[in-house]
């Protein structure tokens, strides 16, 4: 079974940027969609973005223009964070769409 493994998470100041990067241990050219994925402490687990094969992207309407999902190849998708806030704070999962296959997740938090 294919693993993930995220990346980059970090503390950044309110309008900074990160790029979080998701890694797999085999190709996903073969998998449909990647996705990226949120939680905050003490809520559910929430969709960010979403980025097929072909490239089509699809983000949580509350974040379009500010978060980019990309593929850089067969093996990673990052998440661009520009004008970061501090509702952003979460732990970030990538997840391939239609599986149980989650990485570990990276925190990222948002503070002055």
């Known amino acids: 079974q294919v693993q993930l493994v995220e990346s980059g998470g970090d503390l950044v100041q309110p309008g900074g940027s990160l790029k979080l990067s998701c890694a797999a241990s085999?190709?996903?050219?073969?998998?449909?969609?990647m996705g990226w994925y949120r939680q905050a402490p003490g809520q559910q687990r929430d969709f960010v973005a979403a980025?097929?094969?072909?490239?089509?992207m699809n983000y949580a309407d509350s974040l379009k223009g500010r978060f980019t999902i990309s593929r850089a190849n067969a093996r990673t998708v990052y998440l661009q964070m520009n004008s970061l806030r501090p509702e952003d704070t979460a732990v970030y999962y990538c997840?391939?769409?239609?599986?149980?296959?989650w990485g570990q997740g990276t925190q990222v938090t948002v503070s002055s």
């Open positions: 997840h391939i769409e239609g599986t149980n296959v």
């Open positions: 085999a190709p996903i050219v073969s998998i449909n969609t």
């Open positions: 980025i097929t094969r072909g490239g089509t």
